[in-house]
Structures are given as C-alpha cells and as structure tokens.
C-alpha cells in the first residue's frame, strides 16, 4: 500500500531555473512532512519539513508547500543548482506528538540540474 | 544536525554466513532507531523498529528470525541478518530520531551475497 507517492521518477532542468518536486499522500491521519535528499551509496539526509497547521516552509532555497485538502505537497527549489542533483524523497509521517513511529516515503525523484 | 553512523559501509559474504549491521547515535541518545531497506529504484522500506530495553517491532512480512535487532544502549542498535543468502543483498539503512520528530540517517550499508 502506497502511502505516499512521487509519480515523477525524474526530473531535469537547467541551472539558475526553479525545480518543483511533487508528492502526494493518501493517508488522512498524516500531519507533518517531511524532504530528505539522498546521493547515491549514502543515507538520506534531511532538507525541510512542515506540520500540516502551516502551508508553506521556507528554508534558503527551498521552499515547502502544503496543499492538505488535495493531500499534496512539493518542493521547490530555486534557484537549482548542479549540487542539487540527487534522489529527493518525500516523507509523511503523524505528528512527533503522537510520538507515532510510522514514516511512511514516496519512492523518490530524480533530480538533474544541467549546468 | 545530528549525526548517525552506520557500520560497515559495505559487506560482501557467502551465502548462509551472518552479517551484523551497526547504527550509532553519536551526539544524542535514541531511544528508538529504525532499520530500513532499499531495493533497486525504490523506495525506503521500513523493516523494523529497534527500542531500547524492549523487543523490536518488525513490520509485516519481515522475518523476526531472519532480521535479528539488538539495541543494546542508548546510542546502539544493531541488525544481524542470519544466514545470509543472496536475495538479502541489498542497501540497508539505519536511522534514528530526535525530539522534534525528525529522523537522522546513517550512510546505509551494502550488502551483497554471494
């Protein structure tokens, strides 16, 4: 049971340009999200996250959106660099209140920034 | 942020030997660690639940016997696969959290059977 779905494998797009990474969750009792970016033969390593009581985070360069009516959020990243290339996935998990263990992942995006 | 360790980084063994897995919390105390696996082009799947002072929590379909979690102290949890075989190959990845919710991971293991 997929949770928490990226449906785009891969994106591309020129350096300077914005990159804008989706995911969408399924579950209803999900209220906090979070990014991580992974290069390959490496563990995962946080980027930004929110609660579902904001609808957008903002961190430097990158940008969360939280649309939890249409159980969707993305990623934007601007502007994108070459060093931004990596698997970027997407996590959703209940609040850290709950002290709730389930963290359910999107199977990850692909990102290449062209120099 | 805080910093996990995960040792070794990779492991190459033959098929029915045990390999352990070591996941470090190095500057915070996790009472709780995850072990996750990682298959080709895919996603993280959670395999269990490593608790301090208590018996893991693996999720369905993992093998309690196969996949032996220890969490020996505050800051360790090791994952022992036993006799290993070649479908076990595959990126194991520890990770722990903090407070806030928010999860740290260690570099991920490699294991390949031969």
């Known amino acids: 049971d997929q949770q928490v779905k990226q449906n785009s494998p891969s994106l591309s797009v020129q350096e300077g340009r914005i990159s804008i990474l989706n995911c969408d969750y399924t579950?209803?009792?999900?209220?906090?999200f979070l990014w991580y970016k992974k290069y390959p033969a490496e563990g995962p390593t946080f980027l930004i996250s929110?609660?579902?009581?904001?609808d957008k985070n903002e961190d430097g360069r990158f940008t969360v959106f939280l649309n939890k009516s249409a159980k969707h959020l993305s990623l934007h990243i601007v502007p994108s660099q070459p060093g931004d290339s990596a698997v970027y996935f997407c996590?959703?998990?209940?609040?850290?209140?709950?002290?709730?263990?389930?963290?359910?992942f999107g199977a990850g995006t692909r990102l290449t920034v062209k120099p | 942020g805080a910093v996990v360790s995960q040792h070794p980084s990779r492991v190459i063994c033959k098929s029915g030997t045990s390999v352990k897995i070591e996941c470090r919390s190095l500057d915070f105390q996790a009472t709780t660690m995850f072990w996750y696996r990682q298959f080709p082009k895919q996603s993280l799947m959670l395999m269990a639940t490593?608790?301090?002072?208590?018996?893991?929590?693996?999720e369905q379909g993992v093998e309690k016997d196969k996949f032996l979690i220890n969490h020996a102290s505050l800051t360790l949890s090791t994952l022992t696969v036993t006799s290993a075989h070649p479908e076990d190959s595959s990126f194991y990845i520890c990770s722990a959290p903090v407070p806030s919710g928010i999860q740290y991971f260690g570099a991920g293991t490699r294991l390949s059977v031969l």
């Open positions: 579950n209803s009792m999900f209220d906090y």
């Open positions: 490593s608790n301090e002072g208590s018996k893991a929590t693996y």
């Open positions: 929110i609660s579902s009581i904001k």
């Open positions: 996590a959703a998990r209940r609040e850290p209140l709950y002290n709730n263990n389930d963290m359910r």
